[in-house]
C-alpha cells in the first residue's frame, strides 16, 4: 500500500464549479499536510498546509482534514481555466520529510 | 531574492559520464532536499541535509552523492550516469512555519541518460 494515495484523474470541470481533490494516507502518526500545484513542465508550488481537523480556507481554496479517516482534501470554488494543472498532495511523515502522492490531474474547461 | 535556484535547467549525459547539480537558496532555511520526479512515480526524495553539515538518505540515494557546501548550496553528484537517472531533478529548502516545516521547490533540472 503507498503511504499516500491519489486518483491520478484528469478531472474535468466546468469553469465555475467546484473541484474536489482527495488524498488518502497510511501513517496515522502524520501530522501535517500539504497541497502542491504544479503546472506542466514546471516546479510545484505550495498552495495549502493543513495541521488541525477541520476545514482551512484560503481564498478560492479550502483544505480539508480528518485525522480519523486518514484523509485529506482539496477544494477549489469558481474554478478557472488557469487553475488546470496536478495537483500533489504531501504528508509529514517526521523529520522534515515529505511523502508525496502521484498527483491528481485537473482540467477546467470554458 | 531568487528563493531556490537551480543549474542546470536541462543536460544530456552518456552513460558513464559524470556530473554535478548545483542547488542554491537565498531565504536562510536550514533543510535543503534533493528529489527525482518520474512520470506515474511522483515525487521521491534522494537525500536531504537538515541542516549545514549533516547529510542523510532518503527514498532513492543510490547512484547520488551529495554535498552540503555550505548553508546555501547543496550539490546533487552522479558519479556513473545511467539510463534508469533520466528525470527531472528538484532541489527544495525548507523552514517552519506553525507546525511543521514547508518545502520550496527550485525549477527543476531535466536530466536525460543515453
Known amino acids: 500500500q503507498k503511504e499516500v494515495e491519489q486518483n491520478s484523474g484528469p478531472l474535468s470541470v466546468p469553469e465555475g464549479a467546484i473541484a474536489s481533490l482527495n488524498c488518502t494516507y497510511s501513517?496515522?502518526?502524520?501530522?501535517?499536510f500539504f497541497w502542491y500545484r504544479q503546472y506542466s513542465g514546471k516546479s510545484p508550488e505550495l498552495i495549502m498546509s493543513i495541521y488541525s481537523n477541520g476545514d482551512k480556507e484560503d481564498g478560492r481554496f479550502t483544505a480539508q482534514l480528518n485525522k480519523a479517516s486518514q484523509y485529506v482534501s482539496l477544494l477549489i470554488r469558481d474554478s478557472q481555466p488557469s487553475d488546470s494543472a496536478t495537483y500533489l498532495c504531501a504528508v509529514n511523515t517526521g523529520f522534515q520529510k515529505l511523502v508525496f502522492g502521484t498527483g491528481t490531474r485537473l482540467l477546467v474547461s470554458p | 531574492n531568487a528563493g531556490v535556484t537551480q543549474t542546470p535547467k536541462f543536460q544530456v549525459l552518456k552513460t558513464g559520464q559524470s556530473m554535478t547539480l548545483q542547488c542554491a537558496q537565498d531565504m536562510n532555511h536550514n533543510s535543503m532536499y534533493w528529489y527525482r520526479q518520474d512520470p506515474g512515480m511522483g515525487l521521491r526524495l534522494i537525500y536531504y541535509s537538515a541542516s549545514e553539515g549533516t547529510t542523510d538518505k532518503g527514498e532513492v540515494p543510490n547512484g547520488y552523492n551529495v554535498s552540503r557546501l555550505n548553508k546555501r548550496e547543496f550539490s546533487l553528484r552522479l558519479e556513473s550516469a545511467a539510463p534508469s537517472q533520466t528525470s527531472v531533478y528538484f532541489c527544495a529548502s525548507s523552514e517552519f512555519r506553525t507546525a511543521s516545516y514547508e518545502q520550496y521547490f527550485g525549477p527543476g533540472t531535466r536530466l536525460t541518460v543515453t
Open positions: 501513517d496515522r502518526v502524520s501530522q501535517s
